[in-house]
């Protein structure tokens, strides 16, 4: 199948949308409790471009940790998959970031960032899962040093964080919407499918609540946010 995105940042509101940051105001756009977060993880962490090098060496053992500890099981990762995964990371249309732990200056999470013109998509950001849970607030310090980078330093048009999830898997954008003031950029959704495929979807279709294998449901919800 192929999927085909248009009118983006329409006035209307539709059932597909991607989510988009297009200002920046500093800690003065974020609520007390968001401040001390960000700055309790830059107390904790400095945020800085790396070379594609590092994620090549060090990446895949973070992105294996993190997929271990994801609620969604049936998504595999292995050397195998991750490999794919850097041929798309290449240096030309892609940039780096690494955090790294201020008390041992341990690599714990990197970012890739896709550019696109004077716009760019957080293609990847990810942090191994213990720090999560230590109050030190890794994705609060990365979110915002990156957006200061990107739509202050660098004056981009906006940030993007992907399309409306179809597969639920995380809460990473309803994150954003909260404490980044990211916004759905509406746009229309069409698919098209080989006609074997269509026909599967279509049969499928009336039955999807009763089917738990979440990638065949995430085809089945995507058909559903298409623009009529």
Not at 31 to 36: H, P
Not at 180 to 186: N, T
Request: charge should be positive; aromatic fraction near 20%.
């Amino acid at each position: 199948m192929v999927r085909n995105t248009y009118d983006f940042d329409c006035a209307q509101e539709t059932d597909f949308w991607y989510i988009i940051k297009d200002s920046f105001d500093g800690l003065g756009e974020h609520s007390s409790n968001e401040r001390k977060k960000i700055r309790k993880a830059l107390r904790c962490f400095v945020y800085k471009k790396v070379d594609r090098q590092l994620i090549v060496n060090e990446g895949f053992n973070i992105v294996k940790r993190v997929h271990e500890n994801y609620v969604v099981k049936d998504r595999v990762m292995n050397e195998a998959i991750f490999q794919e995964f850097l041929e798309l990371w290449d240096e030309e249309n892609n940039e780096f970031w690494g955090a790294f732990d201020l008390k041992n200056g341990r690599f714990a999470g990197f970012a890739v960032v896709r550019v696109f013109g004077n716009s760019c998509f957080y293609d990847t950001v990810t942090i191994y899962p213990e720090y999560k849970h230590n109050a030190s607030y890794p994705y609060y310090g990365f979110f915002y040093k990156m957006n200061e980078y990107y739509l202050d330093n660098k004056k981009f048009r906006y940030v993007a964080d992907g399309a409306r999830s179809i597969t639920e898997h995380s809460n990473i954008q309803p994150f954003l919407e909260k404490n980044f003031k990211f916004r759905k950029a509406y746009c229309k959704l069409k698919i098209r499918y080989k006609w074997w495929f269509g026909i599967a979807v279509r049969v499928l279709l009336p039955f999807r609540k009763l089917i738990w294998n979440r990638n065949v449901r995430a085809v089945l919800n995507m058909h559903e946010y298409q623009s009529h």
